[in-house]
Nanobody, 125 residues
């Protein structure tokens, strides 16, 4: 069973940057897909970005391309989300997730079967 632990959230001023990390432990497969989602109170969990463990193929929500970058370090079993030019509307709880079965990238939260506990990101104006 894979376990995920996020870190790196916090309070930042608009225009600033944050780097979130997700440490994966347990049995990770080279076919796994790792993703970041975010959620605000009363709303559904939204897709942010995803990456394949093996080839490093990435996918992003269009509106976040250019500001957010997902990457992985296979040796350290970590996935990161680098966020630049943050805006107040980026404020949310950010979740790391793993899709440990099947092949291919997906944006669907229901396809990811392992989730971290979430880390709060707050962007002040």
């Amino acid at each position: 069973q894979v376990q995920l632990v996020e870190s790196g959230g916090g309070l930042v001023q608009a225009g600033g940057s944050l780097r979130l990390s997700c440490a994966a432990s347990g049995r990770t497969s080279s076919n796994s897909v790792m993703g970041w989602f975010r959620q605000t109170p009363g709303k559904e969990r939204d897709f942010v970005a995803a990456i394949t463990w093996s080839g490093g193929v990435t996918e992003y929500t269009e509106s976040l391309k250019g500001r957010f970058t997902i990457d992985r370090d296979n040796a350290k079993n970590t996935v990161t989300l680098q966020m630049h030019s943050l805006k107040p509307e980026d404020t949310a709880v950010y979740y790391c997730a793993a899709k440990t079965y099947g092949l291919g990238l997906t944006r669907s939260a229901s396809a990811f079967d392992v989730w971290g506990q979430g880390t709060q990101v707050t962007v002040s104006s």
